[in-house]
């Protein structure tokens, strides 16, 4: 499995980015895709999730009401809509994806097999 992701760049505080991954999986089932981040200096955290069986997703807490995770099944893509940015924002965003996860895991990304390569995302105050 490979995942690309892009759409990172400069925005100002309260402007808004789209970052899309796109993935080579044939059958996403039981599939759960996700976006993790890390500033500099610090771990890298959870932002949110899809879960392609069912739709449901997940977020952090420092992005809900903000950012929105989607996907388009014909282009094999999930994407994250950010809104009202902030310069706590500003990270290397990547995603995931894992094919065995239970809910509980989620937020985990050492329960996670694929990774793509990051997109920076920086917010100017």
Not at 20 to 46: D, H, L, N, V
Not at 49 to 64: E, I, L, N, P
Request: positive net charge; hydrophobic residues 35%; aromatic residues 14%.
């Amino acid at each position: 499995v490979q995942l690309q992701a892009s759409g990172g760049g400069l925005v100002q505080a309260g402007g808004s980015l789209r970052l899309s991954c796109t993935a080579s999986i044939r059958t996403f089932g039981r599939f759960i895709m996700a976006w993790f981040r890390q500033a500099p200096g610090k771990e890298r955290e959870f932002v949110a999730a899809y879960k392609w069986d069912g739709g449901s997703t997940y977020y952090a807490d420092s992005v809900k009401g903000r950012f929105t995770i989607a996907r388009d099944n014909a282009k094999n893509t999930v994407y994250l809509q950010m809104n009202n940015l902030k310069p706590e924002d500003t990270a290397a965003y990547y995603c995931a994806a894992d094919s065995r996860l239970i809910s509980s895991s989620i937020p985990y990304e050492a329960h996670y097999d694929y990774w793509g390569q990051g997109t920076l995302v920086t917010v100017s105050s």
